[in-house]
Structures are given as C-alpha cells and as structure tokens.
C-alpha cells in the first residue's frame, strides 16, 4: 500500500458518539439529474430513494464537478479535482494519463484502518494497469474503466436500444487497436474509433461488452454488491458502487424498459432506485443499517439534451451553472441521521474522505494538503456545525465561478447571484453588491495563486499518473492487452 501523506486535521478530535467503526457505502450515480429522484421533484417513482431521504438527510447544496473523472477524483481524493488530476476534460480509452498511483485515496485511508474495501462499477479515473482501483487502495473491482459511451457504435455505445445503431466504417480520430502515437492526445482514443468496451474483475477483462450485456449492468453490480456486504459483514467494510446509470445511451435491464412511461432515461433512474432497495433491505436483513452509513449522490448535474431534470437549477452537465455542477445528494445512517432532515450547508464531493477517515477513527498522518472537510459533524446534527465558507467552481484548467454564503460569482462575465432567493441563477445583482463582487473576486485571486487559472501549471498543482505506449484493453479485433489478462487472450 502507498504510504498516507497527507494531513487530516480534522481527524484529530474524535467524535465521542461513534459507538463503532460504522461500514461505509457510497453510491455514486451517472449524469443524474437535480431532480430525477423523488425527493427532489421527480415526476417518477423512487420509494425506495424516498424512503432513504424520509431516514435520512439531504444535502440541498452538495457540489460535484461538471464532469465525470474530475468529480470522481475529488471524490476519492479529497481535494479539488485540478490538485490531482489536471485534464482538461475526462479520460477516454487508451488514455497515457490518470490519477497518479501516489495519490492517497479514500479506499487507502479506509484499508489502513482495517476495512475491507471494493469497487463496482465505473471507474473513469484511468483505464491502464496502474491507475486501476486494485492499485488504488481497492481490494476487488468489477466494472468498466471508463463511460459506458465510449466504445464502438455498432456494439451499442452510440445509441439508445430503440434507436438504430451507426453504421459501421464511420472514421474517427486514432486506430482503435494500435497503440496511441505522439499526435494523439494524452487523454485517449475519441469517436468512432474507440476500442471495444471492456468489463474488468480486478485486473482480468472478462468480457466484450455489447448492446446485450449493457442492459445488463446495473442489475449485475447491484448483485455484485449485496453479495460483498453479505462476506464482509463481520467487519469494516468500505463498499464504493458507482453506476453506468444514467449515462448515455440508456440501457435499463428489459423488466424496467418503459415503467417510466417517459423516457429510458427515467426507466433507469427507476432501476437504479431498486438497485438502492437491494443495498438498503440487505443492510436491514444482516442488521447492519444501525451501524453503515450510506450515500447516494451523482457525478455531476444532469445532461438536459439526454432527458435529464435539474429543476429548479439553470444549466446542465458541463456548466458551472448549479444545474451543471449541484448534485442530489442524501445520507442515510439509521439512528445517528436525524430522520426526514436536511442542510443548505455548502458540501462536495472533496469532503467524503475527511469525513470517513473521522468515522473511521484514523489517526493524522502525513502534511499533504486536503481541500475537503469533515462533514461529518452536519450529517449529525451538531450543533454549530458547518460546511465550506469558499466553494470554487472549476471546469477542467478554468476557474469559472467562486461562492460563499449565499453568493455566487460567475468570474467572466461579473455576474452575481444569491442562491438562497434565486436558486436558478435568473437575477444578476452585481451591480447592487459591488462589495460582495470584490470580496468573492478577492478570493478568486487567492485560489489562482495556488490552482492557478487557465492553465494546468500552478504551485498546487501535483504530478498525473503517467504511462509511455498506453494501449486499449481490448483490441478491435477481440485481442486482450499482452500481458494485462490472465483469463483469455481474445472475447468474441
């Protein structure tokens, strides 16, 4: 394991209420909407959702990041997405960069205090050996490396499943079986020329993922999941379960094609709240609800154009707009959540790994800088508890937007609102605030000094993960990466 070097000052004071080192379950959705979930406004039904917020609390301003591999870096690393892993978009296959191997993740902090820890799902924090989750501090994976969109149109990909494929032959940037070369971009293959999509269990690919088997994902990682908390449930376990749903194209399992009467979009959200179900009554079967806190949030707003609802926020997936960037959040942990409550204190992604690292009772180590906090007194109820004073708002190298309290700047066009009577970003107040506008732009400044803006070179910038002759992991003739695949060397 690499060694933890960074310090959690939080960690120092230990609350005395946490009767037991508590299980941890994260739930991480994809391109889910603001409301795309009853209890933030649904028109669809989610009882079982509903029922984890009526238990629980949610986090009305909870920030992600506009984009898939950032907002997942930030989760697992407690820190900024730009701090760890400077790109200036998301991660694509065969790409020659990810979240370095010496970054300390959330699962690392978790396993040195003795939790066993798994990953299922989509990773998209990097698709080569080194930056895979078995390398990252997780004990098991079983997913794919990156969005369910990026693999070949005639394999399902490109599409809806009502909807035709593309045809075959269309060109695209790169050769989907060769390896990348100079001209190619560092953050991988794009378009049609993507390699075929490959499931990964720990470092094997076990299959070629197509039209059939993405129907079947979200039911077979729900499986996956009960069965690991059902082996680890006599000791400490960290279980991160993030969905391909609701990422384009929308492939819910066949029992769930139509129950919307919507959209497949909303079909899978539908899926998604019994996969939520699964996890919670079989928490509630072992008995371990009283002691497992678990979260359920998405990786960034909602892509409007894919039938998405970020209701009553303005933007979409890829703005830092609050549609774009606030995500729909709630945590459940029977007992020491107070039932049916909710805070307007500002939180993020960063914060998970300060607050399970609390929860988990670790101990300082390290001076490496964390931009997350423990949040963990606001889950509880305490009083005088609070989240960030400064949010800021990155879109991959820009530093777009800064908040504090209520206030919200959008940095380029001087634009300023107060989210706390204008949640939709719909009345600019700039010019009636002139002392919030420079207070906001002061600290702009002070986070340009350090993240910098514009550019990926900064002071607190630290290294990617990097690999010379980065290759897919599947050709596209079926050929598994040399030396990569213990299983099989070719998948239909």
């Known amino acids: 394991m690499k060694p933890l070097l960074f310090l959690l000052s939080s960690l120092v004071a230990l609350h005395s209420s946490f009767a037991a080192t508590p299980n941890i379950v994260l739930i991480n959705i994809d391109d889910l909407g603001y409301a795309d979930i009853g209890p933030f406004g649904a028109k669809i039904s989610t009882p079982n959702i509903e029922r984890m917020a009526q238990e629980g609390m949610k986090l009305m301003s909870h920030y992600a990041a506009p984009v898939c591999t950032p907002s997942r870096a930030a989760m697992m690393t407690g820190c900024y997405p730009k701090r760890v892993l400077p790109v200036p978009h998301v991660l694509f296959p065969a790409a020659a960069v990810g979240l370095s191997p010496k970054a300390t993740t959330v699962a690392e902090v978790l396993k040195g205090a003795g939790y066993a820890t798994a990953c299922i799902g989509k990773w998209h924090l990097g698709d080569q050996p080194e930056f895979l989750p078995t390398n990252q501090g997780f004990d098991s994976y079983y997913g794919i490396p990156y969005s369910n969109d990026m693999g070949p149109g005639g394999e399902g990909s490109k599409s809806n499943p009502d909807q035709p494929l593309p045809r075959a032959g269309a060109k695209g940037k790169g050769k989907a079986g060769a390896a990348k070369t100079d001209a190619e971009p560092e953050t991988g293959i794009k378009g049609p020329a993507q390699p075929p999509l490959p499931l990964v269990e720990d470092h094997n690919v076990v299959e070629r993922v197509k039209a059939e088997q993405q129907h079947t994902f979200t039911?077979?990682?729900?499986?996956?999941?009960?069965?690991?908390?059902r082996e680890h449930q006599k000791k400490p376990f960290f279980l991160y379960l993030p969905h391909n749903a609701v990422h384009f194209p929308h492939y819910p399992h066949q029992?769930?094609?139509?129950?919307?009467?919507?959209?497949?979009?909303?079909?899978?959200?539908?899926?998604?709240?019994?996969?939520?179900?699964?996890?919670?009554?079989?928490?509630r079967e072992l008995k371990l609800d009283s002691n497992t806190l678990v979260i359920f949030t998405s990786d960034n707003g909602g892509p409007l154009n894919q039938g998405a609802d970020n209701t009553p926020l303005r933007g979409s997936k890829g703005s830092t707009l609050e549609g774009g960037i606030r995500v729909c959040t709630i945590a459940w942990w029977p007992g020491k959540i107070a039932a049916g409550s909710k805070t307007n204190e500002i939180t993020a992604h960063m914060d998970?790994?300060?607050?399970?690292?609390?929860?988990?009772?670790?101990?300082?180590?390290?001076?490496?800088?964390?931009?997350?906090?423990?949040?963990?007194?606001?889950?509880?109820?305490?009083?005088g508890a609070s989240g960030h004073d400064v949010f800021y708002y990155y879109a991959g190298f820009n530093l777009q937007a800064v908040r504090s309290g209520p206030w919200k700047?959008?940095?380029?066009?001087?634009?300023?609102?107060?989210?706390?009577?204008?949640?939709?970003?719909?009345?600019?107040?700039?010019a009636e605030h002139a002392d919030i506008v420079a207070q906001l732009e002061n600290h702009a400044?002070?986070?340009?000094?350090?993240?910098?803006?514009?550019?990926?070179?900064?002071?607190?910038?630290?290294?990617?993960?990097?690999?010379?002759?980065?290759?897919?992991?599947?050709?596209?003739?079926?050929?598994?990466?040399?030396?990569?695949?213990?299983i099989a060397k070719t998948l239909p």
């Open 255 to 283: 029992d769930f094609m139509g129950k919307s009467g919507i959209s497949l979009q909303k079909d899978w959200a539908m899926e998604v709240d019994w996969s939520v179900g699964q996890v919670l009554d079989t928490l």
């Open 445 to 486: 400044e002070t986070m340009r000094a350090d993240l910098g803006d514009k550019t990926k070179d900064a002071p607190g910038v630290r290294e990617l993960g990097r690999v010379e002759h980065p290759q897919p992991l599947i050709s596209a003739d079926g050929t598994v990466r040399e030396g990569f695949n213990k």
């Open 352 to 383: 998970w790994l300060p607050t399970f690292g609390t929860l988990a009772h670790c101990k300082s180590v390290g001076e490496l800088k964390l931009d997350g906090k423990d949040i963990s007194p606001v889950l509880l109820g305490q009083k």
């Open 409 to 430: 700047l959008h940095l380029g066009k001087k634009e300023l609102y107060n989210l706390d009577e204008d949640i939709g970003e719909a009345k600019n107040v700039a």
């Open 219 to 229: 039911r077979r990682y729900t499986e996956r999941a009960v069965e690991f908390i």
